[in-house]
């Protein structure tokens, strides 16, 4: 290599957090004192003061369940307690399974099913395949978001048990359509980001996942997450009906869209047609983004002890593309996490009618949206536009018949609530 080649490197400032949308300083980088010193983003727009819970769950496991159902109403150790936290009640209804067999789960599912629950939870001692597509396909299939827990994770001691049952929580909350908080931003650029990743079920056909992103009053709140394409066949008419459907909903909650930015997890080529045709006539501008997260590039600090970057580290190798370190050690040279930190590396499709003075703006607009992550918090930093994607996808491959899934989104009890977390 050239002793003359540089590359140009710096640390991304990590993204304001938007709380209380009702209160105008509810804005804090630290989730846990935002949520209790505000609440949830949104606290006085959330329908339910009291969210309905089943659980599942053997006889034998009863009194770790109620150890459970205890923590989760009012807290343990750093989780101050449901209602503390998200400014709305848990209630919960306990199901008792008499053995491990599917047709002793699927009977208490059926009682789940006829009350209409808000939220389930399913707890098993091993976790059976079979059992858990039975259980996704058949709550989600009615509606009823739920959550599969592993009994070892709640049968350990108070001090760990506080950390998995504030994640546990954190995602329930989002579950039943709850926004815990979401990306302040200070551009008033009206915009649009689509995220599409995708996996492959059991039969190794391919699904894609889509998830929506709007700015919304000054901040980025996920809109909806759409029905998944199970195939490539039908994968160009559903991205052309996706887009149509998210500008005629933005429009008609804000104002006309001004930009269209996607993330895509493979580098667009058959996308790039379908975008030229959708937007035609509009004065819609379009950035085609991919987020190669299986880069050969590996990101190293040789002047800190564990050789791990800052988090947020950006490294720009062209005008069009930059390697981006969402994940990394911390300012107090921690990191939770084993290994050395996954490189995204970015690239902006030449295709793209936006100009490329944009680019620096949506590298930063990608690590804010890692910071969306509602599956815990400590969970890691990855987009939320990809990794949602991906979770969709992922899930729906694992259920029973996934070729229903279109008509369980059609009913419309899922579309506004992140049911796959």
């Known amino acids: 290599m050239d002793s003359k080649f540089q590359l140009y490197s710096k640390i991304l400032e990590k993204p304001s957090l938007r709380f209380n949308y009702a209160l105008p300083n509810s804005i804090d980088k630290n989730l846990r004192r935002g949520l209790i010193n505000s609440g949830p983003y949104d606290s006085n727009l959330f329908p339910k003061s009291r ?237 085609l983004l991919h987020l190669n997260s299986f880069s050969n590039f590996k990101l190293f600090d040789t002047t800190h002890k564990t050789c791990t970057p800052l988090a947020g580290l950006e490294v720009n190798l062209s005008r069009n593309s930059a390697l981006l370190l969402s994940d990394g050690r911390s300012e107090t040279g921690t990191r939770p996490y084993l290994g050395v930190p996954s490189v995204l590396e970015i690239t902006m499709n030449k295709s793209s009618t936006m100009d490329l003075g944009e680019f620096p703006r949506l590298i930063k607009q990608i690590y804010d949206f890692a910071h969306i992550n509602w599956r815990g918090f400590n969970a890691k930093t990855i987009p939320v536009t990809i990794n949602y994607s991906y979770l969709i996808a992922r899930l729906i491959g694992n259920l029973e018949s996934i070729e229903a899934w279109n008509a369980i989104i059609a009913n419309g009890k899922l579309v506004d609530k992140a049911w796959f977390l």
């Open 51 to 287: 969210i309905k819970a089943a659980v599942i769950f053997h006889l034998l496991q009863e009194n770790n369940v109620i150890r459970f159902e205890n923590a989760m109403k009012n807290g343990l150790g750093i989780f101050k307690g449901f209602s503390k936290t998200f400014r709305t009640n848990i209630d919960f209804v306990d199901f008792k399974a008499t053995d491990f067999s599917k047709k002793s789960y699927d009977f208490c599912l059926n009682q789940v099913i006829k009350n209409n629950y808000d939220l389930c939870y399913v707890i098993f001692d091993t976790i059976d395949s079979k059992i858990y597509s039975l259980v996704k396909t058949r709550l989600l299939g009615n509606g009823i978001p739920c959550q599969v827990i592993n009994h070892n994770k709640i049968n350990i001691p108070d001090d760990q048990l506080q950390w998995i049952i504030e994640n546990i929580a954190l995602a329930s909350y989002a579950k039943v359509g709850g926004t815990p908080w979401v990306i302040h931003a200070v551009e008033d650029k009206p915009e649009i980001v689509i995220g599409v990743s995708r996996a492959m079920d059991r039969s190794r056909k391919v699904i894609v996942g889509f998830t929506t992103v709007f700015k919304h009053n000054g901040d980025f709140i996920l809109f909806h997450s759409k029905s998944p394409i199970i195939g490539w066949e039908k994968y160009e008419e559903g991205l052309g009906v996706l887009i149509r459907e998210a500008i005629e909903e933005y429009t008609k909650r804000e104002k006309t869209p001004k930009s269209v930015v996607f993330h895509f997890h493979k580098n667009p080529g058959r996308e790039i047609n379908v975008i030229k045709k959708e937007l035609e006539g509009l004065d819609i501008e379009y950035a």
